[in-house]
Structure formats: C-alpha cells, structure tokens
C-alpha cells in the first residue's frame, strides 16, 4: 500500500463563473484519488466538494459574476480554509494584491490567501504568449520538464509571506523582459497557485500533485 | 505554424501522457492561440467605440471587448465603406482595461491585419461586418503571431476558416440587426452537419468533405470530436439574456453581443445581465431575475426585409 491508498478519494470542484473549466474537470476525471470532478457555480454547489480549482479565464470577470450572484461569501469563506489552487486567472484571485497589469485596481476583488503579490500580464499581449517546460518541484517524474503554458501570463511579483510560501517553479531562462528565476508557482498551506496552465496539457501531473497535497491536507485536518 | 487541436477541448484517450517539453519556448503557437479562445469560453464579448465604453464593459464582466469605430447596427444605417478602426482609439482602449481587446479587418485585408497586429491587439476577427477587401481570398493567417476568429454559417465554412489559420469561430448571425435567427440558424446548421460526418465512413467523409468543400482531415478531426476543432461562439443579433442563454444551451462556447448592448436604454444594466445570464444559461431563475427590468432593447430588424446586397452573412468565401 502506498501512502496514496491510505486516503479517501476525494470531490473536486472547478469553479464555473467563466473560463476553462471543462479542460480542468477532464483531467481531474483521469486521476483514480478523485471520485468525481463537477462544475461549481453557487454556494449549495461548493459545499458539496472537498476541494476546489480556481480555473484560467479573466480574474475581473470571475470576481464581478460572483458578487453579482451572492456567491462570494460562500467562495471566500471555502478558500480560507479548504485546499484550493488557482491557475493564471485563479492565482490572480488567490493573491494579496496586484501591483501593475491590472486596471481595474481599487475595484479588482481578491480572495487572497497565497502571500503573494500579482503582476498581470507580465510578458506582453497575446503574441508574447508562449510555451516552455519547467522543472515543478514534488512533482512525479520530476525530472521530466513540465510543459508551461503562458497565456497572456501573471507571474509572481513579490512573496509577501516568505515564511510559510513555498516556492514551487520558476522560469527556467530569460522570457522577453522577464528575467530567469522569476516565480510561476507557490504554495501556501493549503493554497496552491500556478501561472501557466496544466489545463492545457495532457499532462496530469500538477493536476495529481494538487489532489495529493489536498488529500494530505484534509487527513492532517481530521487528527 | 499550422493546425493542432485544442488540448482537452473534449476528453481524449490520451489525456495523461507526458509530453515532450522543451525549455526552449515555442512563442505564438497554435496551442497558446486557440488556448486563448478557451479561456475566454463562457464569457461574454462585448462591442465597444470608446474608452468610455470599453470600461463600462469591463465593469459589466466581459471577458474581452471588440474595439471598433462603428458598431453594425451604425454601420448598416450609415452604408458606405467601413474598414478597420483608427489605431489610434484602438490603442487608447487596450490601455484602458485589463482584459483582452480584439479588433476588426476586412476580409482579405492583410495590411490591415499586419497593422492591428502592431498595435498589440490581444485577437484579431476577419469579419464580413465590414467591407470585404478581397472577393476570393481571405487572410493566411498562420502566418501572424497574433490568434483570428472568423464567421462561419456551415461546416464547410468553419474548416476552411480553421485551415487558414482562425483559432476561433463564431456564427455570423446577422449583425446590427438584434434579431438571433440567423445565429440559430448557422448554430444548428454546424451541429447537424457534424452529426452526419460522425455517421460516415472513411469513403464517405472524402465524399462529404469535397461536398462541404472542407479540408478532409479537419471534418475528420471533427467528426471525432462531435464538435468544431476550435472555440465556437455565438454573434451577431444576440440583444437579450435570454437570446445569449439561447445560444449557449444550442451548445456554443460563449457570446459576442455587438449592437446589442450599447445601443438599448440602460447599457451598463444590459451588459451585466447578459454576462450573468452566459455563466447561468440553464437556470431559468436566475435567467428570469437578470431579465427584469432592462429597460428598452434595441430596435430590432427583421431579416427578411432586408435587402440581398445588404446581409452580410454573404460575405465570406
């Protein structure tokens, strides 16, 4: 028995305001540590779930659709305490602040969590978006590169909480004006955030590497 | 550059696989272009003609704005020759908002394209709303670094879109006219003809794909999908919530919304119903709720008066 099968299986939630949350729920749907993968929309819908993924879309969009339904409370309330990761869009609503990139700047609500600070759009428009393999740490095979997908990509610009944040990639070479080294992905306690997207690979390892760490978090909870 | 099908737009047998990634990255590539469209999915695209506009959209919870001098409603009242917008009021837009901002050329107008390109437009759409500049030919677009939708009304049309280059679709509908019964027409007309090709056999497709005049490994690819092998959103005559959840439970991906918005009562109103009512498209409560009180929509024209030469449906080859 590995580790792995000690645990129960668990119901992920992909957060369905706006965005690619489809890609998500089909590769969640590929892991055996995952009972079901379900869109979620509402309040009843998200206390349904035992772990939720922030999907790629537009942060603006995602935070005002929720307000305007009354949903907010109940996703604020879900990510404070239950394992949750945010990719692109969804790391943007996991982070403390955005610090440039963002125009609607007073109005952009955030859900925060992360200890990190944001810079949207950090490589340029949609022609500097590009691909590239990254070393992601804990992953399986880890000495496979990851393959990264940058869409029009935030990346990380500050730790705000260095004690407790760990870093989980970075760039692997200079991209345009951003520099090697730069972080594209943390995570903190629960909190997972990444600036590329896995939804778009047929990669399921960042996808297990998420359903492990919330496995292993909601275990740790029920001591 | 050329055609690679969207990752996990549907489930795959292989999804799970590892993939050879290189450190060396690979800029612009089809992947990046139609993974844009799929972020954009279930999101509303709203035209705008100024700054002004393109906040109050942004406000409302598009999820990218269309930059453009005229909207068609204004240009089918005005006539004459519209074209691409100034870069200029383009520019001033995208560095107004924070989300994507995509912007017009003519069919065929590959200058034109190489322009908005320049400008750092986010997508470009090569659309028969304006005047087309070639009457053969549409824009090679591979060979750009920067994502095309296209219109389509049939199959045919969407592949030969998609084999150019476009990493996103849309119906045509009938711009300018707030009336959705084009829309649903060429909607319906791609979902019918795909169930077919999905009944084919291999001699068959060859048949069907010289029928549709559509490249025969695409309508394969699609066949095997049980969809379009890109992003396919709805446009042109979508003026209310429920036209917008109309199109999404037909089976689109998300909503542009042209004239709709800005040319009603209450625009700012209108525009957060309609995205409220793409994100809840099959609650009929919450549909009912956001349709409350909007004040009045924009006029609408129906498309049987209007003349041949003036329905730009037509346009495109």
């Known amino acids: 028995m590995t580790q792995l099968d000690e645990h129960k299986k668990i119901r992920v939630g992909v957060l369905a305001l706006q965005g690619a949350f489809s890609e998500h729920i089909i590769l969640l749907n590929t892991l055996p540590q995952v009972s079901e993968a379900v869109a979620v929309r509402n309040a009843q819908e998200i206390a349904q779930v035992d772990a939720l993924v922030i999907p790629g879309g537009e942060s603006t969009t995602m935070a005002l659709i929720a307000e305007r339904s009354g949903f907010w409370p109940a996703l604020q309330e879900f990510v404070q305490?239950?394992?949750?990761?945010?990719?692109?869009?969804?790391?943007?609503?996991?982070?403390?602040?955005?610090?440039?990139?963002?125009?609607?700047?007073?109005?952009q609500k955030l859900l925060g969590g992360l200890g990190i600070s944001i810079k949207r759009n950090a490589?340029?428009?949609?022609?500097?978006?590009?691909?590239?393999?990254?070393?992601?740490?804990?992953?399986?095979?880890?000495?496979?590169?990851?393959?990264?997908?940058?869409?029009?990509?935030?990346?990380?610009?500050?730790?705000?909480?260095?004690?407790?944040?760990q870093v989980?990639?970075?760039?692997?070479?200079?991209?345009?004006?951003?520099?090697?080294?730069?972080?594209?992905?943390?995570?903190?306690?629960?909190?997972?955030?990444?600036?590329?997207?896995?939804?778009?690979?047929r990669d399921n390892r960042m996808h297990l590497f998420f359903v492990k760490m919330a496995q292993d978090w909601i275990a740790s909870q029920s001591k | 550059m050329s055609f690679a099908t969207p990752t996990n737009l549907v489930p795959t047998q292989n999804a799970g696989a590892l993939s050879a990634a290189s450190e060396v990255p690979e800029v612009a590539s089809f992947n990046v272009k139609a993974g844009l469209a799929q972020m954009l999915k279930g999101g509303v695209i709203m035209d705008v003609i100024n700054v002004e506009q393109a906040?109050?959209?942004?406000?409302?919870?598009?999820?990218?704005?269309?930059?453009?001098?005229?909207?068609?409603?204004?240009?089918?009242?005005?006539?004459?020759?519209?074209?691409?917008?100034?870069?200029?009021?383009?520019?001033?837009?995208?560095?107004?908002?924070?989300?994507?901002?995509?912007?017009?050329?003519?069919?065929?107008?590959?200058v034109e394209a190489q322009i908005i390109e320049s400008l750092g437009v986010d997508y470009i759409d090569e659309s028969e709303v304006l005047t087309?500049?070639?009457?053969?030919?549409?824009?090679?677009?591979?060979?750009?670094?920067?994502?095309?939708?296209?219109?389509?009304?049939?199959?045919?049309?969407?592949?030969?879109?998609?084999?150019?280059?476009?990493?996103?679709?849309?119906?045509?509908?009938?711009?300018?006219?707030?009336n959705v019964v084009e829309a649903v027409r060429h909607c319906r007309t791609v979902k019918a003809e795909i169930r077919k090709a999905q009944l084919m056999d291999d001699s068959e497709l060859f048949t069907f794909a010289k029928e549709i005049q559509a490249p025969y490994h695409l309508l394969k690819e699609t066949a095997k999908l049980g969809r379009l092998p890109v992003v396919n959103f709805a446009a042109g005559g979508v003026a209310t919530p429920a036209d917008a959840a109309l199109m999404m439970q037909l089976g689109c991906d998300g909503v542009f919304v042209g004239s709709g918005i800005f040319k009603s009562g209450d625009p700012a109103k209108r525009a957060k119903a309609i995205v409220q009512a793409v994100t809840h498209y099959?609650?009929?409560?919450?549909l009912a709720e956001v349709s409350e009180d909007l004040g009045e929509a924009m006029v609408g024209i129906n498309i049987s008066e209007l003349p041949e030469d003036q329905l730009y449906s037509k346009r495109g080859w």
């Open chain 2, 55 to 110: 906040l109050i959209a942004e406000q409302a919870g598009a999820c990218a704005v269309m930059a453009l001098e005229r909207v068609p409603a204004d240009i089918r009242k005005n006539g004459g020759v519209a074209r691409m917008s100034d870069p200029k009021m383009i520019r001033d837009i995208i560095n107004a908002v924070s989300i994507p901002v995509m912007a017009k050329v003519r069919i065929g107008h590959f």
């Open chain 1, 168 to 201: 989980v990639a970075k760039l692997e070479r200079d991209y345009g004006k951003t520099p090697k080294g730069t972080i594209v992905a943390v995570r903190r306690g629960h909190l997972l955030g990444s600036a590329f997207h896995p939804e778009l690979t």
């Open chain 2, 132 to 178: 087309p500049a070639d009457e053969s030919n549409h824009i090679a677009k591979h060979e750009y670094k920067v994502p095309f939708v296209c219109g389509a009304k049939n199959l045919g049309e969407a592949l030969r879109r998609i084999n150019e280059g476009a990493a996103m679709i849309r119906t045509k509908g009938e711009a300018g006219t707030g």
């Open chain 1, 81 to 107: 305490t239950r394992p949750t990761w945010g990719t692109c869009a969804g790391m943007i609503l996991l982070s403390e602040a955005v610090t440039s990139g963002g125009t609607l700047k007073g109005d």
């Open chain 1, 123 to 165: 490589f340029g428009t949609q022609k500097e978006s590009f691909e590239a393999g990254l070393h992601v740490e804990g992953l399986d095979n880890a000495e496979r590169l990851f393959p990264g997908v940058f869409i029009r990509a935030p990346v990380i610009d500050e730790i705000l909480k260095p004690e407790d944040v």
């Open chain 2, 282 to 286: 099959k609650d009929a409560k919450v």
